[in-house]
């Protein structure tokens, strides 16, 4: 079956721009995560949504990200007025349940300019 | 604070020879570790975990130990194939609250023919 999808693959933006970044879950998957990843770094958590529970948002760096869910399906990762510092792959992952394994999508590679 | 970690960036292994791959963690609430395995532009795929229930799980050529006094874990691959080349990343849980997996920052794996 699909797997989870992640769009745009790659995105360059200004210094200042804001970017949306989407996430396309594994079908019937009702737990939906956000990771990023800056060069040489490991993955480090940002969001977590689980069904229609308030999503932990304890992850986000700034108010400047934000995400939404909706329903178990697509979700959208917004950096609004961009900053170098927020170069990095974002991952998005899906689990079947909270406690199931997360399956990651390919991610996107986002720099800022 | 990083509360998994993988001390050594890179690790090289001749073909044939066993693959080990060690994390370190500081908090002993954690219940569950994995492993992934990623290939450059690529997301991370699931590769094996372990219960922190357990010391030992085994899945093919892939054995993950616990160490759970000496807060430790290690993934062995035997034996060792090119197409294993990948870095591997080891990741703890907690199975309550968010389920959000806390990343170590990597080990490149590099299996020479």
């Known amino acids: 079956g699909a797997g989870v999808s992640q769009s745009p693959s790659n995105k360059v933006t200004e210094k200042g721009k804001d970017v949306e970044l989407r996430c396309d879950p594994i079908s019937g998957h009702t737990a939906l995560y956000w990771y990023r990843q800056r060069l040489g770094q490991g993955l480090e958590f940002l969001i977590y949504?689980?069904?229609?529970?308030?999503?932990?948002k304890s992850g986000l760096p700034s108010d400047r990200f934000s995400a939404e869910r909706t329903g178990e399906s697509v979700s959208t990762l917004t950096i609004q007025r961009t900053q170098q510092e927020d170069s990095a792959v974002y991952l998005c992952?899906?689990?079947?349940?909270?406690?199931?394994?997360?399956?990651f999508g390919p991610g996107t590679r986002l720099l800022v300019l | 604070d990083q509360q998994v970690k993988q001390n050594s960036p890179s690790l090289s292994v001749q073909e044939g020879r066993i693959s080990i791959l060690n994390c370190d963690y500081t908090?002993?609430?954690?219940?569950?570790f994995l492993w992934y395995k990623k290939y450059p532009a690529e997301g991370p795929t699931f590769l094996i975990s372990i219960s922190s229930i357990k010391d030992k799980n085994e899945d093919g050529r892939f054995t993950v130990f616990l160490n759970k006094s000496a807060k430790h874990l290690s993934l062995h691959i035997v034996p060792s194939q090119p197409g294993d080349s990948a870095v591997y990343f080891c990741?703890?849980?907690?199975?309550?609250?968010?389920?959000?997996?806390?990343f170590g920052t990597g080990t490149r794996l590099k299996v020479l023919a």
């Open positions: 949504f689980q069904g229609n529970s308030a999503p932990d």
């Open positions: 990741a703890a849980q907690f199975t309550s609250g968010t389920y959000k997996y806390i």
């Open positions: 992952a899906s689990s079947r349940t909270s406690f199931e394994t997360q399956y």
């Open positions: 908090n002993s609430m954690f219940d569950y």
